[in-house]
């Protein structure tokens, strides 16, 4: 990697939402140059800020298994917003190269309906089990690496909720007491509440976050109020008040001249130190 390469890898690291609003305006092949010169730890961020419409013109270019692995570093949200807009072969063939971990996920958020909470919800999130204890409990969640919430989710076998423990409750609690002893209730939304219904849920005035059960009962994941919000923005086109500041701050970044790809992002980096 040239130096101007990695200047350019740092600022992505650094900046990636910017860096994101920037490379909207290249063409969707100087996009992938890119995101081909850096890994792909460092490309997911960037990737995440794009608007999914042309996320998914720059995944449509790459090899499926490519397009999968990028995928896989994203967040749930992310990654479903830019399968649906992938043409129907082009989706198949990634979501055939993803891991298998990954696959029955997203194939379930895939299966509802964008204005519903099961589309947008996190599937990779730790649960525990009810048979466990205190102590069987802190190991699990000392060797897992899923995200970790606020509050734990606690199943029984048949993947039903039994409620919910938070970290300094398992701190507390000697090594041989069984989890199901120490749980707090967990009120959790329908896969197929409206996004509008569950806004208006009585969860939101106790929990910033909240699990999510389909029609058997069954835990499907976590979502968050913000994601839930963010997602009815989406859905039904509300535009985000800091949207006009936002964009003519981008567009004056989007003056650097006609050179070559990498010179326009040195050129970028350079104005962003100044500012």
Known sequence: MSAREELVAAYLRLHAENAARLLESLSFDEVNAVLNAVDVETAAPVVSHMLPTYA???VERQPPADGAL???????????AVLRHLPNEHREAVLNALGPQWLMAFKLLLSYPTNTVGAWVEPRVLTLPDDCTAGEARDRIARSDQIAQARIYVLDRSRRLRGAVRGLALLQTGNRKKLASILEPADALWARDPLATAQEHSVWERHTEAPVVNRDEEFIGVISYADLRKAFREVNRVADPRGDREIAEVTELFKIGAG????SLGDLMRTDRRR
């Open 70 to 80: 990028l995928l896989e570093r994203l967040g749930s949200q992310e990654s479903i």
């Open 56 to 58: 998914a013109r720059c």
């Open 260 to 263: 070559s790809l990498w010179n």
